[in-house]
């Protein structure tokens, strides 16, 4: 099992920024790829971001690449989520997830934290 909590939600502005933490704890997840997710209301929950714990290979959904950063402290079992020049579009509320592999798809990540919400005022 690995356990997932998000932190780091919360109010900004458009053109602001925030940084999520996602804190992993469980068996081996430094084997997994692991994953953002946001999902806005009325709408299906997407991929944002996607970490390898062992080589950081990073990769990104296009309509954040740019503006979001993601990163991993393998110390702290913490993956970040840097987000920047937000936009009101960017409102959601924001999973971290791991996966056994690096992937942007959604059923293959196995393990969800709860979500914290980021809403961007314009």
């Known amino acids: 099992q690995v356990q997932l909590v998000e932190s780091g939600g919360g109010l900004a502005q458009a053109g602001g920024s925030l940084t999520l933490s996602c804190v992993a704890s469980?068996?081996?997840?430094?084997?997994?790829?692991l994953g953002w997710f946001r999902q806005a209301p009325g709408k299906e929950r997407e991929f944002v971001a996607g970490i390898s714990w062992i080589i950081a290979n990073t990769y990104y959904s296009d309509s954040v690449k740019g503006r979001f950063t993601i990163s991993r402290d393998n110390a702290k079992n913490t993956a970040y989520l840097q987000m920047n020049s937000l936009k009101p579009e960017d409102t959601a509320v924001y999973y971290c997830a791991a996966a056994g592999t690096q992937t942007r798809v959604e059923a293959l990540y196995h393990y969800w934290g709860h979500g914290t919400q980021v809403t961007v005022s314009s």
């Open positions: 469980g068996r081996a997840f430094s084997a997994y790829g």
